[in-house]
Every structure is written in structure tokens, then in C-alpha cells.
């Protein structure tokens, strides 16, 4: 592209210096016709170019039609560089935020103040989002994926309004019932930690990958997997886990046992206290989470013709301005 652009301009300061010696041989032409015309009609003419004044001013002529030469040459000059398009460079290092987050929320009975709370939330924080990716996975008896991680984030407003909506049961089967008690039992923790930790893709991309786990702890019934093994899974994955119990300390073995597994990810729980609400924990996540990934350099090529416009468009006012004043 540099190079073509360069041979543009050549063209063109070529065809402009041919066209000023035409024109110059053409002058001289002209002008030793004239002299002869003078010297043969008027008589002793020599004495009127002695003059001082006429010395002046035909001194003042010949800079005046320099200067319209030197602007016609500057302005076909960059007339020539404006059409050639000249070009810079500039080198972008794109940074994403590499953060995925999966809402992974029990959706039995005792929870749904809370699901409401995290749902309002995260739809609150997404005009701040740029890059992240969010996922949404409910359970009760058994796990359902709303849907997967993303960053359209339209369609994430759209589905955690929708499942936000169905907590009101204007339904006689809400939403967040649908493909949730298919199993024996209720609050299965570690079917519902399993699969949400499963729903991370991509694992060899340099994300940080976390899930806000929000459960009463009420566990009623032998799920397939453990909370142990859920954990575990989750930490192998490079997961971490941050719990949200609304009910902490209301079974302390129960809360131990949670909060133990999130810690064994490098997560943490919180208790839903006076206090504490899920914002304000939300906000830790993000912090702790909060990585920047520099993407691959990019060189971007740019039309910067703008000096060389300002150039043609002054030259051209000037030639017209000297080129008046001449005629005068």
C-alpha cells in the first residue's frame, strides 16, 4: 500500500514539473515577443525600465507570478498526496476481562427471597460488564441449565428477568420448577454444584472462572455426588466456589461442611446476615476476580490525509488571492 502511494505521488510531482516548464518556455516565449513589439513601437523604452519606480514594479510583478508558480506547484503537489490517500499505522493491544461467573441457585422453596435478590443483582451489574461471561443453573431434586455461559448480554437480561418473574407463581407451573424435581428428594447440593461446575468450557483459555453458589443447605435426600466430590471436580477445573448461605448457623455442622468446600476451591462463604447482602458479596467476588488478559497485537491502518487537505486548501485560497491581485 506504502509503496503504490508512493508511486502515486511520484506520478503526479513528475506531471506537475513538466507542466511548470511547458508553461515557464511558454512565458519566455511570449515575453521575448512582447519585448520585441515594445522595443519596435516605443523609442528610447530603455529609459523608461531605468526608472526606479518601474524597477519596482516590475520587480513586484515577477514575485507576484513566482508566487502564483510556487502555490500552483504546492497545491498540485498535494492535491497529488490527498488522492494518493497517505496512510499511518498504529499498533492496539486488545484487553478483555477474562472473568466467567455461573449463578448456580437452589431453587427449593426456602430460597426463592434470595434467588430473587442474586438475580436482581447481576441484572443491575450487567451495564457495567464488558467482556464477562454469565451462565445461569438452577436446581432442586435436579439441575437445569438456563443457559450457558455468555456475553450477549441482551439475551442474559431477557432470561434472568424471565426466571426472576416466575418466583411471583403467576404460573401454575413457574419456571423454575420446569426440569427441577425430576429427581428424589430436594436441595441436592452436590448434583447442583457438579453441573454447574461442568458447564465451563473452553478449559485451556486463561480465564478466572468462579461460581456464586446460593443454598440453604437443606439437604433432603442422597444425591448422585457429594458436596466433597463436587468440590473437588470443581477445584481439578480450576473452578472457585463462593457460597451464599441465608441460613448460616442454623445447622453448624451443614454450614461447616459448605464452607469447607468452597475454601477447598479457593473460594469462600458468606452468611446472608443484617448486614451483608448479596451486592455487597457479589462485589468481593468481582474484586478478587477481576483479571485482565492483553489479546494479540493488532496493527490497524488509518487514512490520515488530514494536513495535507489543510495544505491544498490553503495553497488554493492563496493562488486565487495572488492570482486576483496580479490581474489587478
Not at 503526479?12 to 515594445?38: F, P, Q
Not at 461467573?101 to 426456602?110: A, E, F, Q
Not at 431477557?158 to 436441595?187: C, K, M
Not at 451464599?244 to 458468606?270: H, M, W
Request: charged share 20%; proline share 3%; net charge negative.
Amino acid at each position: 500500500m506504502a509503496l503504490a502511494n508512493g508511486w502515486v505521488i511520484l506520478a503526479v510531482v513528475g506531471a506537475a514539473i513538466v507542466a511548470i516548464l511547458i508553461g515557464v518556455l511558454l512565458g519566455l516565449r511570449a515575453g521575448a515577443k512582447t519585448d520585441a513589439h515594445e522595443r519596435a513601437r516605443v523609442a528610447r523604452a530603455e529609459r523608461l525600465r531605468a526608472l526606479p519606480t518601474f524597477r519596482q514594479a516590475l520587480n513586484r510583478r515577477v514575485l507576484a507570478l513566482s508566487g502564483i508558480l510556487l502555490l500552483g506547484v504546492i497545491a498540485v503537489v498535494s492535491a497529488g498526496v490527498v488522492a494518493a490517500r497517505p496512510m499511518s499505522s498504529q499498533t492496539i493491544q486488545p484487553v478483555n476481562t477474562s472473568r466467567d461467573i455461573m449463578l448456580c441457585l437452589d431453587v427449593s422453596g426456602s430460597m426463592s427471597e434470595v434467588d430473587v435478590e442474586v438475580l436482581s443483582v447481576f441484572e443491575e451489574l450487567l451495564e457495567d460488564f464488558e467482556g464477562e461471561r454469565i451462565g445461569l443453573t438452577i436446581f432442586n431434586s435436579s439441575p437445569v441449565q438456563i443457559f450457558p455461559l455468555t456475553d450477549d448480554y441482551p439475551f442474559i437480561r431477557e432470561h434472568l428477568q424471565s426466571i426472576r418473574e416466575s418466583f411471583d407463581y403467576l404460573d401454575e407451573v413457574p419456571e423454575h420448577w420446569v426440569g427441577t424435581l425430576n429427581g428424589n428428594g430436594a436441595s441436592l447440593i452436590g448434583d447442583g454444584l457438579a453441573a454447574c461446575a461442568m458447564a465451563f468450557d473452553h478449559p485451556d483459555d486463561e480465564r478466572s472462572r468462579s461460581i456464586i453458589f446460593a443454598t440453604d443447605n437443606e439437604i433432603n435426600g442422597a444425591s448422585i455426588v457429594t458436596l466433597d466430590e463436587a468440590s473437588a471436580y470443581a477445584k481439578s477445573v480450576g473452578v472457585r466456589v463462593f457460597a451464599l448461605n441465608p441460613v448460616e448457623g442454623k445447622d453448624a455442622d451443614v454450614s461447616a461442611e459448605l464452607t469447607r468446600a468452597a475454601e477447598a476451591t479457593g473460594g469462600q462463604a458468606y452468611g446472608l446476615r443484617d448486614t451483608t447482602t448479596v451486592s455487597d458479596i457479589v462485589a468481593q467476588v468481582q474484586e478478587q476476580e477481576a483479571t485482565e488478559l492483553k489479546g494479540q497485537a493488532q496493527v490497524v491502518w488509518t487514512d490520515t490525509p488530514n494536513l495535507w487537505i489543510v495544505v491544498l486548501l490553503v495553497s488554493m485560497l492563496s493562488f486565487i488571492v495572488v492570482l486576483w491581485r496580479v490581474k489587478l
